[in-house]
């Protein structure tokens, strides 16, 4: 065990310094987390020895872990903070909300298919992950009850930003969501302030869709 533990914390390592350090990323809250979580528990077993390429891979049921530097990328843009409340939708294989949540007060994680919210909220009990609130359900609806949020992040691609999570984001909020077409989006960051929406692009990226009443039908 503790040899493999080596192993994985090199691989870590070796991720963070090649893909990530090397494009850019240097929120030290950000490199930290991605040194810290162990993402090959979050792949199949079959695809461990693959877990810390530089490319996505199947979860099971048409979803994907994305690539290690995406997800850098979405959390350093969402520039979160140790008292933050973050919104997660899409919680697929896990491993973004524990980026998240490493670094963040709380994360809440909405995630619509059943098979992946009950091995997911498995693994971050066995992982200890007390910090994530998990919850089954249309993620494009958002979590009304727990609003407003200081960030939120949408893991698949939408066809425009869904209006319920701009009115769930807190003034002074934060919101990172690919948004395009089926094949190819842009990765919008929005700011919410008391004039209104402010939005820019962070470049091209492709996610699968996001399903839901105020996405993909």
């Given at each position: 065990m503790e040899k493999d533990d080596a192993k994985y914390t090199r691989q870590r390592e070796e991720m963070v310094r090649r893909?990530?350090?090397?494009?850019?990323?240097?929120?030290?809250?950000?490199?930290?987390?991605?040194?810290?979580?162990?993402?090959?528990?979050?792949?199949?077993?079959?695809?461990?020895?693959?877990?810390?390429?530089?490319?996505?891979?199947?979860?099971?049921?048409?979803?994907?872990?994305?690539?290690?530097?995406?997800v850098a990328e979405m959390t350093q843009s969402l520039q979160v903070n140790e008292d933050d409340r973050v919104l997660?939708?899409?919680?697929?294989?896990?491993?973004?909300?524990?980026?998240?949540?490493?670094?963040?007060?709380?994360v809440y994680t909405v995630e619509r298919i059943n098979s992946l919210f009950i091995k997911t909220r498995k693994l971050f009990d066995r992982l200890r992950y007390h910090n994530i609130v998990t919850k089954y359900s249309d993620g494009t609806c958002g979590w009304k009850d727990e609003s407003p949020f200081d960030a939120i992040i949408v893991t698949a691609g939408a066809p425009e930003i869904p209006t319920p999570l701009?009115?769930?984001?807190?003034?002074?909020?934060?919101?990172?969501?690919?948004?395009?077409?089926?094949?190819?989006?842009?990765?919008?960051?929005l700011y919410k302030d008391e004039q209104g929406i402010h939005?820019?692009?962070?470049?091209?990226?492709?996610?699968?869709?996001?399903?839901?009443?105020h996405g993909w039908k």
């Open positions: 893909q990530i350090e090397a494009r850019g990323i240097n929120d030290p809250k950000v490199l930290a987390a991605m040194r810290k979580v162990p993402r090959h528990l979050f792949v199949s077993e079959a695809l461990i020895d693959q877990a810390y390429g530089d490319f996505p891979l199947p979860i099971g049921e048409q979803q994907t872990i994305s690539q290690p530097y995406i997660e939708i899409g919680t697929g294989s896990g491993y973004q909300a524990a980026i998240l949540a490493e670094i963040v007060f709380r701009v009115a769930q984001l807190a003034v002074g909020g934060r919101m990172v969501i690919p948004v395009g077409n089926q094949y190819t989006q842009d990765l919008i960051k939005t820019t692009s962070l470049g091209g990226c492709r996610f699968v869709k996001l399903m839901g009443e």
